[in-house]
Structures are given as C-alpha cells and as structure tokens.
T-cell receptor, first 115, second 113 residues
Framework: EAGVAQSPRYKIIEKRQSVAFWCNPISGHATLYWYQQILGQGPKLLIQFQNNGVVDDSQLPKDRFSAERLKGVDSTLKIQPAKLEDSAVYLC?????????????FGEGSWLTVV | DQQVKQNSPSLSVQEGRISILNCDYTNSMFDYFLWYKKYPAEGPTFLISISSIKDKNEDGRFTVFLNKSAKHLSLHIVPSQPGDSAVYFCAARGNNAGNMLTFGGGTRLMVKP
C-alpha cells in the first residue's frame, strides 16, 4: 500500500515569495491533515479536511496560508507571502476517518527554508 | 500554552537497557494518547497508543503507562536497541476533537551499542 505522498521535498524561497505544497493521501482515506513542524518542536495542526470539507482551520494563519482539497483526494497548501518564521517542515497526514482508533499516517514532509 | 510537554529533549541509553520517555499534559479533556517515532528526513510513524480508561498498554518491547491523576504518561522500551534511536513524540487527543492531535516537543533517544 502506498503511503502519503508529498512534493516538493525541499524548497528554498526568499521572504515575500509564494510556495505551494502538494499532498496525495493514502487511497480511501477520507481525513487529511496539514501539520507544521518547526525545528525542535512537535508538529502543530494547521488544518483538517474531511473529504473536501474543512473540519478545523483554527490554527491556520489565514492572512498568508490557504489550503484546499477540492475533489476530496489531493490537497494543496499555499503560503503567500512567506515570512522567515514559516521555515519549517510541512507534514501532510491522512486517516480513514476522524473517529477514535483511526491511525494517522504521515508523509515524509516538505522542508521549507525562507531566506 | 503547551498542553503536552516532553521535558527531556534528549536521552541516552545503553543497548539492552530500558529506555523511559516521559510526557506530561495539562488538558483534562484528553482521552487518548499516542506515541510516534520519527527518523531523520522521514515523517512520524505511529508506535503505540492508550485510551484514558486504561493504565497500561503493551506491544512487544514497547509499553505505555498512563497516570491520569498525575496527568503523566511514559513509554518504556525494553530492551533498547540501536535501531530505536529516533525522536519520540507524545501526542494527545480530546474526546470531541475529531481525531486532531496535540503533540509534545519530542525527545531524542540515542541507544548506544
């Protein structure tokens, strides 16, 4: 079974530029998550989708971050304009559903450096 | 406000000995706890979990203990192996949180041969 796929793996951009990350969850997984992991910290949830609907985006900085999952499968996370503090690993994850016991599987992450 | 804390950023253990990783939480609404393991340049992988109705869950070399009154959980690895060297994250979920996890900051475990 293929895991969660993410691209690009690494990206370096200048501040105020924009960047987009793509995620393809495990086949059949209805729930998709984007996490931000800053170096030395644990992952922090940015947004959670159930199929193509947003369940929670309370920690997403909406002035510069946006995410979509239009057809309920792939998802894109965009940052525009980027700030230095956005340097982090962006982890996409998926699970079969939202209920207890549904294991969350993570992708390898997209490493962003803003200079 | 860190609701899940791992106060030890690193731990070094000799191969064959026990590794004990600790985690504290503040939110009494958390009802499910998980440990994830992360190797460099990879995403976290699920290791073991425990529901708040239990105080212990065991899976092979890995055991998680939960002390609800102290809001504390720990992961025991016995015996420790060099391949266990990784960063371990404690995570918690609220009872109405829709499978959204709050993670601790992680503990880097180094198992020396």
């Amino acid at each position: 079974e293929a895991g969660v796929a993410q691209s690009p793996r690494y990206k370096i951009i200048e501040k105020r530029q924009s960047v987009a990350f793509w995620c393809n969850p495990i086949s059949g997984h209805a729930t998709l998550y984007w996490y931000q992991q800053i170096l030395g910290q644990g992952p922090k949830l940015l947004i959670q989708f159930q199929n193509n609907g947003v369940v929670d985006d309370s920690q997403l900085p909406k002035d510069r971050f946006s995410a979509e999952r239009l057809k309920g499968v792939d998802s894109t996370l965009k940052i525009q304009p980027a700030k230095l503090e956005d340097s982090a690993v962006y982890l996409c994850a998926s699970s079969l559903g939202r209920t207890l016991g549904n294991t969350i599987y993570f992708g390898e992450g997209s490493w962003l450096t803003v200079v | 406000d860190q609701q899940v804390k791992q106060n030890s950023p690193s731990l070094s253990v000799q191969e064959g000995r026990i590794s004990i990783l600790n985690c504290d939480y503040t939110n009494s609404m958390f009802d499910y706890f998980l440990w994830y393991k992360k190797y460099p340049a990879e995403g976290p992988t699920f290791l073991i979990s425990i529901s708040s109705i239990k105080d212990k869950n065991e899976d092979g070399r890995f055991t998680v203990f939960l002390n609800k009154s102290a809001k504390h959980l720990s992961l025991h690895i016995v015996p420790s192996q060099p391949g266990d060297s990784a960063v371990y994250f404690c995570a918690a979920r609220g009872n109405n949180a829709g499978n959204m996890l709050t993670f601790g900051g992680g503990t880097r475990l180094m198992v020396k041969p």
